[in-house]
């Protein structure tokens, strides 16, 4: 008897749903509508995104005020001027 070969592929030892991973991996591509992240996902991603905003405008806060354009307030010291 011939001995079946080793193959380090999981494609081929995974079964999924309709079977093999790759028939599964067609239908996915086949039915694009059926195909939603879980809701565990979801609200994960959706807590990072809070905590990442939360850190932005800690950062932001924490930060040095810099004064770009400190002249630009003055309009009277414009040497082109604005309408004359």
Do not use: Y
């Given at each position: 008897m011939t001995r079946k070969k080793k193959t380090r592929s999981l494609?081929?030892?995974?079964?999924?749903?309709?079977?093999?991973?790759?028939d599964y991996k067609k239908w996915r591509h086949d039915n694009p509508d059926q195909v939603?992240?879980?809701?565990?996902?979801?609200?994960?991603?959706?807590?990072?995104?809070?905590?990442?905003?939360v850190r932005k405008l800690a950062r932001q806060?924490?930060?040095q005020d810099i004064a770009i354009h400190p002249d630009k307030g003055n309009e009277s010291n414009n040497p082109k001027g604005s309408d004359s």
């Open positions: 494609a081929d030892k995974v079964t999924i749903r309709t079977g093999r991973r790759k939603a992240p879980s809701r565990r996902f979801v609200a994960k991603k959706q807590q990072q995104r809070k905590l990442q905003a806060q924490s930060g």
